[in-house]
């Protein structure tokens, strides 16, 4: 099987379910141990560059980073302030997706979680103290995650199994016989997509240009950046074609997540165990490693800081860690800013309670070649919350909770 194919049985197979009611979130690392995780199955998420583009379009279920997203469902896309970086009103920025099905439920055969973000680290900053606001506060947020989920039975894609006898290979896609197989569901049904943003290729394209009245954006904003990078030219030829090659090249570099089992690498390691081409410098970590130790003045965030990097060093060119099994924790690199069990908001569509369910590493920003600028946007983990019981509610795509911990400021 492919190594798309392994990505996504991988996380069909993770088991999903509570976090223990008596759990409290910060227990773990105020402790300075992480234990707790030791014994859950954790998943692990890896980039790799694709060698087709097809295998990242919606029908093949992808987890992605960078690029564009694959809207699971194509149509009823978030909308209006929902789009947008609530501290600058920019449209926000596409960082990556999962695919994890809950194969208990029907509603839930299919299962993506969307994580958008605004490339600003000023907003990442007031989002960071934002986040802690409740009841009639509601706060403002500069990373967002969306919950789509569909039955079985869809408009979109087939509730047939793949032949795999090649006629699923969709036509000029270089692929082998079962990666197309694996991959397209759907090529026995009408294809149903709503037009995008012809200049981020993320958000609905729902205002067209009075020009050639032809290319589409999701903002003012993107219709005068696209006008100023080139479409005032090409809006005055009526032959004009409008395809990818207009999105803006502001996105993150686009690559395919593969998933792998955390037992499969070794509890102790040393520098002989990175590759000599890691993307992860080992010289880097260790300077910010010993950088942030000196910064550290709580002891509890020393302590937990050097058993986070001991955990991350089993295989540390992993951007995303997924566990969402009973009393799963994150992996926290600081006891400091993190929150309590009362500071993750119920669901706000049933009224239930939000589970941990995976988090996202700074490494992550190596692969999206983010500087290591001052200014430059940069986290230590941003863990993601889910409705407990992944509640199906009216709307195509639901908000789920984020939680944002940032270094010590004096570290940026």
Same mark, same amino acid.
């Given at each position: 099987m492919s190594a798309m194919?392994?990505?996504?049985?991988?996380?069909?197979?993770?088991?999903?379910? /509570?976090?223990?009611?008596?759990?409290?979130?910060?227990?773990?690392?105020?402790?300075?141990d992480d234990s707790e995780e030791e014994g859950e199955p954790v998943t692990l998420g890896f980039l790799e560059?694709?060698?087709?583009?097809?295998?990242? /379009?919606?029908?093949?279920?992808?987890?992605? $980073?960078?690029?564009?997203p694959a809207w699971l469902d194509p149509v009823n896309l978030p909308s209006g302030r929902s789009c947008v970086c609530d501290i600058c009103e920019e449209p926000l920025q596409f960082l990556l997706q999962i695919y994890a099905p809950i194969t208990e439920k029907e509603s839930t055969f299919h299962r993506t979680l969307f994580v958008f973000m605004c490339p600003s680290m000023s907003?990442?900053?007031?989002?960071?103290?934002?986040?802690?606001?409740?009841?009639?506060?509601?706060?403002?947020?500069?990373?967002?995650?969306f919950r789509c989920q569909l039955p079985c039975s869809n408009p979109f894609y087939s509730s047939e199994a793949p032949r795999n006898d090649g006629t699923d290979k969709p036509s000029g896609s270089g692929g082998t016989t079962i990666d197309c197989a694996i991959a397209l569901r759907s090529t026995r049904i009408p294809s149903i997509e709503v037009s995008l943003c012809n200049w981020c290729g993320t958000w609905k394209g729902d205002k067209v240009c009075s020009g050639c009245k032809r290319t589409k954006y999701c903002s003012h904003k993107h219709q005068v950046v696209h006008w100023r990078s080139g479409h005032k030219i090409d809006c005055q030829q009526l032959s004009l074609l409008v395809d990818s090659s207009s999105i803006s090249n502001a996105l993150w570099p686009e690559y395919e997540m593969i998933n792998d089992d955390e037992s499969e690498y070794d509890a102790e390691v040393s520098d002989y165990n990175i590759p000599?081409?890691?993307?992860?410098?080992?010289?880097?970590?260790?300077?910010?490693?010993?950088?942030?130790?000196?910064?550290f003045e709580v002891n509890s965030d020393k302590k937990c800081w050097a058993s986070f990097q001991q955990r991350i060093a089993r295989a540390p060119e992993q951007v995303l860690r997924y566990c969402r099994n009973a009393s799963a924790k994150p992996l926290w690199p600081m006891s400091s800013g993190q929150p309590s069990k $009362?500071?993750?908001p119920n669901c706000c569509y049933c009224g239930g309670p939000s589970d941990f369910e995976f988090q996202i590493l700074p490494q992550l920003l190596f692969y999206f070649g983010v500087k290591n600028? $001052?200014?430059?946007?940069?986290? $230590?983990?941003?863990?993601?919350?889910?409705c407990k019981s992944s509640c199906e509610a009216s709307m195509a795509y639901k908000e789920e909770f984020p939680w944002v911990q940032l270094y010590p400021t004096s570290a940026i």
């Open positions: 194919g392994d990505s996504t049985e991988k996380l069909k197979g993770v088991h999903i379910s /509570s976090l223990d009611e008596d759990d409290e979130v910060e227990e773990v690392v105020e402790e300075g560059k694709t060698k087709n583009h097809w295998s990242l /379009s919606r029908h093949v279920f992808p987890s992605k $980073a960078g690029g564009v907003c990442l900053l007031r989002d960071q103290h934002e986040q802690w606001k409740r009841g009639q506060e509601k706060p403002s947020r500069s990373v967002k995650v000599p081409n890691s993307l992860v410098s080992t010289n880097k970590m260790d300077d910010t490693m010993n950088s942030l130790l000196d910064i $009362a500071d993750i600028d $001052a200014d430059s946007l940069d986290w $230590a983990t941003i863990v993601v919350y889910t």
